[in-house]
Structure formats: structure tokens, C-alpha cells
């Protein structure tokens, strides 16, 4: 019996050993097809890092002028984004990336954005991940996040009370098509562009103020070569700003256009005056000047001294009449000066001669002094040729009394002889 359970004790321990033997040779086999995989680097998949468009190592930002209008700002780099604003040709932006199709920017300087007020304490934002809307909206697209700590400044936005309105965060972007912006320059050249844009609509808040306080002004006191001055400035150091520098021209015109109206009318007012202080003097009876009491009397004189001593006395009766007595020429000639000038934009008097002259022609004649006191006369002397008076005459470039009872050669032009026997002449020249 002993012998059947020895027997029998060998025989299982036997098939233990070859059992383990068994697995042993298995596990090895299973190993050596792991090593195997683990050494074919054929079979291994490569995954590549995802790389960020707008981060890109070698893009170098620059600025870009957008060459089309109404080129739509997107808030992400896909057609079907929601357009932060339309852009007009001119625009400037600074780019910092492309993604795709697009370049992405920096928002513009102007813009503002919107968050609600109760997350903000003191110019702390108290929440986390904090939305930044484009509009004081629930439903308006989100530009941005600010988190717990960001510093901000803002200013309560007009009809909702809830919302703080606040300068876009720096680090948002913006999307538009690369088809509508070329490059313009570094990515410097839009802050000097908008530090110059400032400088602008301070420089154009200043001109309209002060050209407001000076044309309500009387005319003889506006300092118009000022106002015009301001307005052309904006087109010498302004060029980059077409539509400021156009709309600056329209306002000189404008400007202009007061100033003559206020100057003919100050003209208007002047000659009226004038007029009335010379009706006056002329309804009084005429006295003899001082000078003449004392006048030794005057000698019988030869026939044929007769014409000399006739043209003396001329001299003497003109050279002795107050300035008053004689029509005042300077607001008559500036008043056709200012009716011409409406049709010769930034033309000057002496421009205005010229004129003259090139439509001028030759008178000759003696001049004689007209001093007979006459209302509207169309001249301080008269011309004669033969004895026979042929015109009137003044002028406020010469001085035409030296050449009283002398032959001479005018050149002269046409003026108003306010429906007197004969024409009347604006001397330019004498010969």
C-alpha cells in the first residue's frame, strides 16, 4: 500500500514540474514578441506638436493699410465669424499673425468693449475668466477674458447702467482678409499715426473755437489771415488724413465766404458814411479856405496868359480842398476787388490789377481837376482833348495831381461813370 502512494506522490509532483516547465516557455515566448514590437520603430506612430498660426517663431509683425472699403473685421479667422466692424480704405492695422486666409491684428486703438459692473471693484476684476463683450449685450460676441486681479479703466456705458465700458484687451485679436491689407511699414508706424491723429483733432478742436470767437467779431477787428492759417495747416502737416485735410478746405471756403460778406458789408457801411458826410459838407455855402484871405488879389492878366492862370487857380483850389471834400476811392476799388475775388479764389489785389491791366487800353489827354461839388461824380478830374472834356477820372495807385494842365498818355480801364455825360476811366499807368 505504502509503495502505490509514493508511487503515486512522484507522479504528481512530475506533472507540476512539467507544468511550470510549460508556462515558463510560454511567458518567454510572450516577452520576446513584446521586446520584438517595442524595437520595429516603423510601427511606432509620430504625433506633431500643434503649432498656433498667429504664434508662429518666424512671422515679423508689420503694419498694414487696408486697400478696399467696407473690408469686414472678424472676430475669428473663418468667413462665417462675426464681423467686429467695417474697415475703409486708408485704415491702418498692425499685424501680428496669419491664420489660413487672414491676418490677425491688433484691435484698433478706438475701440472700446463692454463687462458687466458688479464684477469690477475698485479697478479690480473679482471674478475668474471674466468675459469681455463687443457690446453692452448678453448675446453680443465675446472678444475677450480678463481674470481675477486684471487692472481696468472704464467709464459707466450711456443707457446701461450694469455695464462698464473698457479699452479692448491688449492681447485680443482680430481677423481680415489678406487680399484687402498691404504693408505699409513697421509695426511702429501705426502708433505714430495715431499720436499724430490726436494731435490732429486737438489742433482741430482749437481752430473751430477760435475761429467762432473771431467771426463774431466786428470786421476791422477779425484776424483772418489767423483763421486761414489754421485751416491750411491741416492740409500741409496733415496729408496722411485726406478726409480731414477735405473737410478743413470746405471750412476756409466757408470761412471765406463770411469774412466777404461781413467786408462788404463794412465796405457798404463805410461808403454810406462818407457819402452822408459829403452831402453835408456840400449843402453848407461854400467858404473860401483861409489861405485865400490873405491872397494878395490877383492882377489883370494878358490874353494870352489867360489858360495859365486858369489851370493855377485849378491847382491851387484842389490843393487847398480838405481830404473830405473828394470821394473816398479805396472802398469803392476794394469792393470790385472783393466781387472779383469771389470768382479767383486766393487771389490778391495786386493779382486783381493785373487784371486790370490786361484789359486796360490808352486815353491821351490833358488833365483838368474836377472840383465842382457834385454828388456821386464819377471822378476827381476830367480829361480833355481839344477844350472837350472825353472822360472822368481817379485813381488809388497814382497820385494824379502833378500831372494836372499837362498833355499826357493814360492807361487806364473802365469804371461806373454813375450815369454822368461821360465815360469814366481808373487810371493804372501814366505815360
Not at 489660413?100 to 475698485?122: C, G, K, T
Not at 479692448?168 to 489678406?178: C, E, L, Q, S
Not at 490786361?358 to 471822378?379: H, I, M, Q, W
Not at 480801364?413 to 461821360?422: D, K, Q, V, Y
Amino acid at each position: 500500500m505504502r509503495s502505490v502512494l509514493s508511487c503515486l506522490g512522484l507522479l504528481t509532483v512530475s506533472t507540476l514540474l512539467i507544468a511550470e516547465d510549460a508556462n515558463q516557455k510560454k511567458g518567454t515566448s510572450k516577452d520576446a514578441a513584446v521586446t520584438s514590437t517595442v524595437q520595429k520603430p516603423s510601427q511606432i506612430k509620430q504625433v506633431k506638436p500643434v503649432e498656433h498660426p498667429e504664434k508662429a517663431a518666424h512671422f515679423k509683425p508689420f503694419t498694414g493699410k487696408v486697400v478696399g472699403n467696407s473690408v469686414r473685421l472678424r472676430l475669428s479667422s473663418e468667413l462665417d465669424s462675426p464681423i467686429i466692424k467695417e474697415l475703409v480704405k486708408g485704415d491702418l492695422l498692425v499685424v501680428t499673425g496669419e491664420k489660413n486666409d487672414f491676418y490677425a491684428v491688433e484691435p484698433p486703438q478706438e475701440m472700446h468693449a463692454f463687462i458687466f459692473r458688479s464684477l469690477v471693484l475698485d479697478g479690480v476684476i473679482e471674478g475668474n475668466r471674466v468675459n469681455v463683450r463687443l457690446q453692452p449685450d448678453l448675446e453680443s460676441p465675446i472678444v475677450g477674458h480678463l481674470s481675477a486681479g486684471d487692472k481696468v479703466e472704464g467709464k459707466i456705458a450711456q443707457a446701461h447702467p450694469k455695464w462698464l465700458e473698457i479699452p479692448v484687451p491688449g492681447k485680443t485679436r482680430f481677423y481680415v482678409a489678406k487680399e484687402y491689407v498691404d504693408y505699409a511699414g513697421g509695426p511702429e508706424l501705426k502708433a505714430v499715426r495715431d499720436r499724430k491723429k490726436v494731435e490732429l483733432s486737438k489742433h482741430l478742436e482749437k481752430t473751430e473755437s477760435f475761429t467762432q470767437t473771431e467771426m463774431v467779431k466786428p470786421f476791422n477787428e477779425i484776424d483772418f489771415d489767423k483763421v486761414a492759417y489754421n485751416y491750411q495747416l491741416v492740409s500741409t502737416d496733415y496729408k496722411e488724413f485726406p478726409e480731414s485735410v477735405e473737410k478743413a478746405k470746405a471750412k476756409l471756403v466757408e470761412m471765406q465766404d463770411l469774412y466777404l460778406q461781413k467786408k462788404l458789408a463794412y465796405l457798404e457801411s463805410k461808403a454810406n458814411q462818407i457819402s452822408k458826410e459829403i452831402a453835408r459838407r456840400e449843402s453848407k455855402p461854400h467858404e473860401e479856405p483861409v489861405a485865400s484871405k490873405t491872397r494878395p488879389v490877383a492882377q489883370p492878366q494878358p490874353t494870352s496868359s489867360v489858360k495859365e492862370a486858369l489851370l493855377q487857380q485849378q491847382k491851387d483850389t484842389l490843393a487847398a480842398l480838405p481830404p473830405i471834400a473828394n470821394p473816398n476811392w479805396d472802398p469803392i476799388e476794394e469792393s470790385l476787388y472783393l466781387a472779383w475775388a469771389m470768382s479767383h479764389r486766393s487771389k490778391s489785389i495786386e493779382d486783381f490789377y493785373n487784371d486790370q491791366k490786361a484789359r486796360s487800353f490808352k486815353v491821351t489827354g490833358v488833365l483838368e481837376a474836377y472840383v465842382d461839388p457834385v454828388r456821386n461824380k464819377p471822378g476827381d478830374f476830367i480829361i480833355r482833348d481839344r477844350d472837350c472834356p472825353v472822360a472822368y477820372a481817379y485813381s488809388t495807385l497814382i497820385d494824379l495831381k502833378p500831372f494836372v494842365g499837362k498833355p499826357v498818355t493814360f492807361q487806364v480801364t473802365n469804371r461806373a461813370n454813375n450815369h454822368f455825360a461821360f465815360p469814366a476811366y481808373f487810371v493804372l499807368s501814366i505815360e
